[in-house]
Structure formats: C-alpha cells, structure tokens
C-alpha cells in the first residue's frame, strides 16, 4: 500500500496523508544551519552540530510519536486546529505534504480555510523561514487568530535533556516587537542566540511553556487555545519557548501570507551586548529585514531550486523505468548530500548527540558526493585526515563543531585507514586533481604531512599488522561495527565497540584483506604519480603477498571466509553452527580482483545467491545466529534477523551488485539493486514503514518476526554505495583516473539508456544501444560519430559531447 506518490518533474514526495507508517522526514538546509521536518511538521533545527548547539527541542523516543516540531494553530470562534495535521489530529478535509529538494510543503484545508506552509532554510544564511499563506475559502468575512509554537532548546542536547537541576534556572529570553530572543547563557560564556519572529505586528506572545501549555496538557491542548488569547509570559527558567499571536482578518476569498523566521547569531564577545544584560540585535535585525517579505523569501525559494537543479544536472538518467529514473537522477542523489552534510549525526533514529562525523562512514559517503560537490569533499577528506595517526590507524569519530577526535571512542577499526584510500582515489578520479596529494594536512600528532603520506600510513597499517595467516587483524572490528572478535564482553551495558580485555594480535580479518586489495591498486598508481616507484613496487609485492595469504587462508569451499576469531577459529564457514557465510567478504575479495581466474567468484556468488538473497534483498549472514556467542561479539546480541544478524544490511547490498557486474551477470545485479531501492518498495510502503524515497541502512531479514521492515532511514552509507552501483557498474559509467570508462553491466532486456553526465568540466551526452541484448561488452564506442579505441572517454571537449555506446 502506498501512502503519497512521486512528483519527478518537481523533484518531490508527495504524500497524500499524514499518518504514515512511521514519520516521514525530509531535512533542511545544507551548508550550517540544519532542520529535520516530519510530514507534520515535526522535528527540530541546529546549526552545524546536533549535539553541541541544537536550538530547537525534540524528544526521541516520544509517546505519540513526533511529538514536538514547528506548530501552528488556527482559532476561530472557540475552536481550533493544527494545519499541520499534528499536534492536534485535527481531522482536515484535505491534507498534502510535499517533500522537496530542501524543503517541505504542507497543504491542508479545513472550515472553508486553505493553508500553505512552506519550510526552506535559504542558501547562505543561518535561518529557517516559514512561508504560511491563509485563504478563506468562504464567502463571509472571517477573524481568525494564528498562534505559532516551537521550543527552545538549551544548545547542548544532551544536557538539556538530562540536568535539569541546572536547566530549570538558566533559561532567559527577550521580546523586542514581533521577535522572541532565546538567550540562555548568554549572560556567560555563549557569544550566540537564537530568535524566531514574524514580519507582522503581533497581538501577543508567550515564551514560557508552562503558560502557554498548562502544566499536564500536550502539544495538543495548550490553554492559550483554550482561551483563545496569550498570556504575554516571559520566562525565567524553566522551558523557554516561543509562540507568537496574531490576528488575521480575511475578507471573502482573501489570500494573507505571514513569514516566521528561525535564526541564529553569533556575536563577538566585545559586541555582546547593546546595554547591560540587553543582547546586541544588529545582525539578528539585518538577517530578519532580509526575508521579511514574500517577495525576498521568493526569491531565496528560487535560488534555493536552482542550486539543486544545477547540483543533479551532474548526472542525469533517461530510461523507460521511472523508478529507476526517480533514483538516480533525483532522490539517491539528494540523499548523498544529506549524507555528506549530516554523517551519521541527527535522523529520526539517530538522536544527533551519539555520533559524530566517522571516518569509515564519511570516507565512504564521499563516494557518493564527488561528482557533486568536489570542493567540500576535497575539504572533508583533510579534515578527516587530521584525525589520523602517524602510524595509519584513526579516530574512528570527530566532532564536527571542534573537528577534534572523539577519544571516548578513540581508533583500533582496522578498516578505518583503508577507506581514506578509496575517498581520495574517488575525488581524483572525478576531479583529475592530483594536487590533493601534495596537501599539507598534519597526522593528529601535528606531524607535519602530506596527503600522499596518508595514505601510505593508510596502505602500511595493512601490511604492519598482519595476523597469524598473513591477513589483516581485525583490531576493535571492520566494517562490521558487531564482529567483535578481539574483546570478549560480558558486563550489560559494556560497548561492544570499545571493550578491550583480549590480545589483539589474533584476529583477522578477511574483508579487510578484500578492501586493501580493492584499494591497494588505486593506491600503487598515486605512488608512481608522485615518484614514488620504490614505494609502489614494494606496494605491489604486499598486494601479491595479500592475494596468496587470502587464496590461501581466506577461502571456504564455496564462498570467502569472514574473519578468524580470537582462538584462531574460521568465522564464516560450511559447518559452523551459526553465520556460515557472511555477505561482506564475497563483494569486497571479488571487487578486490579475487577468484576472477578460476570460476570461485562466480561460486561465490551462487553461493550468496542460494544463501542470502530473499524477497526483500540479500542478508548480511546465513544463518542467523541464535543465542549470545561471546566468541562474535554484538552481533550476536541481535535478535535473529536484525541489524547484524541476519538483516538485509542495504550498504552491503551494492559490493555484491558490483561483484556480479565484475563477473558480468547485469541481469542479478539489477535484481539485487531493484529489491532495496527504495521507489521499487513504494508500493508495500505499509511493510517497509520508512520513506520510501530514501534508502535505509537495514530491512529486516527473513527470521525476523516483521520481515521486510526497514529501519535507520537517511543516514546510511547505503545511500553512496548504491549510487557507485547502480551509476558506475551497472549503467557503467565510471570515472577512472584516465578518464571516464563506459562499460555498462545491465540485464539483459534492457534496449539502452542515456546518460548526461558532467565530468572535469566536459558535458557528456551518452546513448547506449543494446541491440543484441547483451549484459556486458562494449563493441564501439562513437565520440562525435568517431569511432574511438577503447571504452574511455578522455578528449575532453567542453561539449556537450555526443557519444554513442554500441553494446554487444
Ligand atoms: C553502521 C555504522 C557503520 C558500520 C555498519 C555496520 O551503519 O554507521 O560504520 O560499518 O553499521 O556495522
Ligand atoms: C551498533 C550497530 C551498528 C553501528 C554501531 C555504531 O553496533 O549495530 O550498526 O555501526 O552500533 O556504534
């Protein structure tokens, strides 16, 4: 069952009611200032870091759920409604929520009212703006009363939702005119505020939530709509809110739009103040005279449109399969950027105080973000660098308001260092920018170094911490955050990810060995590009030693093993009671060039094919581990079929994609892409519960009581995998470091496709026949209508280029 429908040609969810099967979010904002918007409004707003400086208040975990958000109440005549649809339920006669490329529309009528709120944080400025436009739809004159509501939060999340001792007595606010000032601390050491106002005279205002609320009633029944007039609070501890009054009158068939604005400031500590204890609001005034009419925010709407539209038209997809299309050319896109801007930060699952920016996960995401944003990703790469060790290793997380590492998880992933490899081979192969290389970013010893130095502290850690059969150790885990493999845990509560109560010199790790093998060779090319030849021969023996050790120690009968644990033992094997095949080894040794000469790959992927695939995608393990093995780690703390343990993990999905590319096979790569792209599972929206616009990081697997559910949505490395997936090995278009390869993988009935894609530069507008229907196999390729030798494109030529893929 579908519960909205995709608009493409705006580039929007359209979602037809408001109780979807779970909140369905979109975020706003993409450079500093940031808000996630439910369907109903709900959610909360930041600036650059969820954690340390959250202005606006969301509680996790809620009964009903999403409760609090940015609310607007209309009063007329002794009753009231919530436009929005919640916090109210109000029932409305139509109802519409339109999720955009940075925005969210809401739409709703009732008692002969139309309203329109639109929600967008403009490009370039520290605010969130809401549009809301009323028309009464009646033939009689009304006076209507509109109360807004949102709630402060004390900039430190976590802390504002634990030490109320302290909490109860800081907050403070000013009202000046129209504009509420949320200034909590700011007597002391914050130089920052936060205000929300309106470009209209108000009639009233509360920014205490007590009296606005009453002490024991919900969002839903505050008594200043019981009464239908605000109280003029001020607040003095407690929680600071801001809520506006304002009297409307419409004449029949009248159209009035009102503009609210959230902002934040930052004052310099000489300029704090205007006068004692009275905030300095020059800025706060210059940002609000900025949007304070329909014709500004218009404008800021538009130029908000075109830097999407300029940002997707990077790559772009013509086919005869709109779901497909809506994928590629829009919503996997979007959910990169949100990926990129947000890491694993703040989401409906993630409460945005957990985590900060990781390095395997943002390394990862920036495979999905390099054609879009090369700059940024250029910048992210060093910041994540500076958080490296002399000797290779990591942090595996860093705060992204201070970019300092997080020591209490400090390093010891020994997948972490690699994907620096894989990030900084993505940007220079989109770019051509080898200058990265011979940027001065320091080791977090403040060791002077280059980039290129990096990554051989990157590829070295690799070859110096090699185990028992010559393959990498594991450390604290790889990828998978849940083998943990050298820490036995048996205190509740104990993170799995840090415990460290084992020699660490025993495990290995398979996958890790397939990474280095995968990266290793981008790794021998930078090398040689910087004159490094001795580096990159010796590089080229450790690869071949790599190969031998994993050809040697890494194989099952029919599949990868996964790891050697503690004792020695093989993980991921025929005849274990648990987990005999893991999903991750079987994509990353065969992208790693693995079993490519003698039929095992192809094995190896009958066998994921046989063993994990399942109706809703392929299952990270088989089978399903069933009770607590102290031996594995927390993925066995999982329920069979979740997360770890057995769920159908979407990041991993794509290394088997691409595996089966690698061997050719485009018809089971494109059955394991559609199974989990999330437009293909619009249509039982009710099983999947999450967006179905945005790819989550797991569905549940086959032993799991709801099987097909998803989970985590947004904030995934799925979402950048899936990009490299589906737009460089099966379409095939790949950026290489010579230029970009076109060498598509697809099933085989597909007639073609076309591609408009911008590379260093050049307009490429690629057509790819398939005439003989083929998966794979490029016979001509014609640049301009010649025929060029091999399958990579690299006279540039601004273009747009015309180039025709003749397959067969
Ligand atoms: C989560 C983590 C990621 C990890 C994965 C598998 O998605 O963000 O770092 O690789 O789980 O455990
Ligand atoms: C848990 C999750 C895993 C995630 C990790 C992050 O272990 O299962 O997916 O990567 O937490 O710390």
Redesign the pocket.
């Known amino acids: 069952m579908k519960y909205g429908y995709f608009d493409d040609k705006n580039k929007e969810y359209v979602i037809e009611r408001p109780d979807t099967p779970y909140p369905w979010i979109n975020y706003l904002g993409s450079e500093e200032f940031f808000g996630l918007i439910s369907n109903t409004a709900g959610g909360y707003s930041f600036y650059k870091d969820a954690s340390k400086r959250r202005l606006t208040r969301y509680r996790y975990n809620n009964v009903p759920t999403d409760a609090g958000g940015r609310y607007y109440y209309i009063y007329e005549n002794g009753s009231y409604f919530s436009p929005g649809w919640a916090p109210q339920k109000s029932e409305l006669d139509s109802y519409e929520c339109r999720h955009g490329m940075g925005y969210t529309v809401i739409k709703s009528e009732k008692n002969d009212l139309k309203i329109e709120m639109k929600f967008f944080v403009p490009q370039g400025d520290n605010t969130e703006l809401h549009q809301i436009k009323i028309k009464n739809l009646s033939q009689k004159k009304r006076k209507l009363k509109l109360f807004s509501f949102l709630e402060f939060c004390l900039y430190d999340a976590e802390d504002d939702m634990t030490n109320f001792q302290r909490n109860f007595n800081t907050g403070e606010v000013e009202v000046d005119g129209s504009t509420i000032y949320h200034k909590t601390e700011y007597r002391e050491r914050r130089n920052h505020y936060t205000f929300f106002t309106v470009n209209q005279k108000i009639s009233g205002f509360d920014t205490d939530r007590e009296s606005f609320l009453g002490l024991y009633n919900s969002f839903a029944e505050p008594q200043v709509l019981e009464a239908g007039k605000s109280n003029d609070s001020i607040a003095h501890g407690w929680s600071p809110i801001a809520s506006h009054f304002l009297e409307v009158e419409l004449e029949a068939g009248e159209e009035k739009e009102l503009i609210f604005q959230l902002g934040y400031i930052e004052n310099k500590d000489e300029e704090k103040w205007e006068s004692p204890g009275v905030i300095n609001k020059d800025k706060a005034e210059k940002l609000m005279e900025k949007y304070n009419s329909t014709a500004k925010v218009e404008k800021a709407f538009d130029q908000l449109n075109q830097h999407w539209e300029k940002l997707l038209s990077s790559f772009s997809l013509e086919h005869s399969d709109p779901k497909l299309e809506r994928m590629v050319n829009t919503w996997n896109q979007y959910q990169n950027m949100v990926t990129y801007n947000l890491a ?1 930060s703040a989401s409906y699952f993630e409460s945005g105080i957990s985590r900060g920016i ?1 390095f ?2 943002s390394n990862q995401d920036l495979l999905g973000s390099a054609h879009l944003i090369p700059e940024r990703v250029k910048q992210r790469i060093k910041d994540l660098a500076v958080t490296q060790f002399e000797d290779g290793s990591a942090f595996h997380q860093y705060q992204p308001l201070t970019k300092k590492g997080n020591d209490k998880i400090g390093s010891g992933f020994n997948d972490d260092p690699l994907w620096l490899i894989f990030a900084v081979a993505a940007y220079i192969k989109e770019t051509g920018d080898y200058s990265i290389l011979e940027a001065e970013v320091p080791f977090n010893s403040d060791k002077k170094a280059t980039i290129f130095d990096h990554l051989e502290a990157s590829f070295m850690h690799v070859v110096n911490n090699l185990g028992p059969h010559d393959l990498p150790l594991i450390g604290h ?1 790889d ?4 083998l943990n493999l050298s820490a036995f845990s048996e205190k509740p509560g104990e993170s799995f990810q840090t415990v460290s109560n084992k020699d660490d010199s025993s495990a290995e790790s398979v996958m890790i060995a397939g990474m280095f093998l995968t990266a290793g060779p981008d790794f021998v090319h930078l090398a040689e590009k910087v004159g490094e030849n001795g580096l990159a021969k010796k590089a080229r023996t450790e690869l071949e030693k790599m190969k031998k050790a994993v050809n040697k120690a890494g194989r099952d009968e029919e599949w990868f093993l996964r790891a050697y644990d503690y004792y020695g033992d093989k993980v991921g094997a025929k005849g274990n009671q648990y987990a005999e095949i893991f999903i991750e080894p079987q994509g990353f040794c065969i992208m790693g060039g693995l079993g490519l000469e003698d039929g095992f790959a192809e094995k190896t992927l009958n066998s994921v094919n046989q063993r994990l695939n399942s109706e809703h995608g392929l299952m990270i393990l088989d089978p399903t581990i069933k009770e607590y093995q102290i031996n594995l780690g927390e993925v066995s703390s999982y329920p069979p079929g979740y997360k ?1 343990n057995g769920a159908i ?1 979407c ?1 991993n999905n794509p290394w088997v994609m691409i595996a089966e590319t690698i061997i050719g096979n485009g018809d089971r790569a494109f059955e394991y892409y559609s199974k989990i792209a999330p437009a293909y599972r619009e249509k039982i929206s009710d099983l999947h519960r999450t967006e179905p616009y945005v790819y989550s ?1 797991m569905i549940a697997g086959q032993d799991a009581a709801s099987f097909g559910e998803a989970k ?1 949505s947004w904030l ?2 799925t979402a950048a995998w899936n990009f490299v997936a589906i737009t460089q090995w099966i379409l095939g278009i790949r950026p290489e470091f010579e230029g970009l390869k076109i060498d598509p993988c697809i099933p085989e009935d597909w007639n073609g496709f076309k591609v408009q894609r911008k590379f260093r530069g050049s307009k490429f507008e690629i057509e790819v026949k398939n005439p003989e229907h083929v998966s794979k196999g490029v016979k001509e390729i014609f640049v301009e209508g010649e025929k060029i030798e091999g399958q990579i494109l690299k006279d540039f030529d601004k273009g747009p280029v015309k180039v025709e893929v003749i397959m067969g």
């Open positions: 694993r990781g395997r996960d885990a990828w998978n955050d849940c770890e993990f990041h990081q985590n995934t490395g």
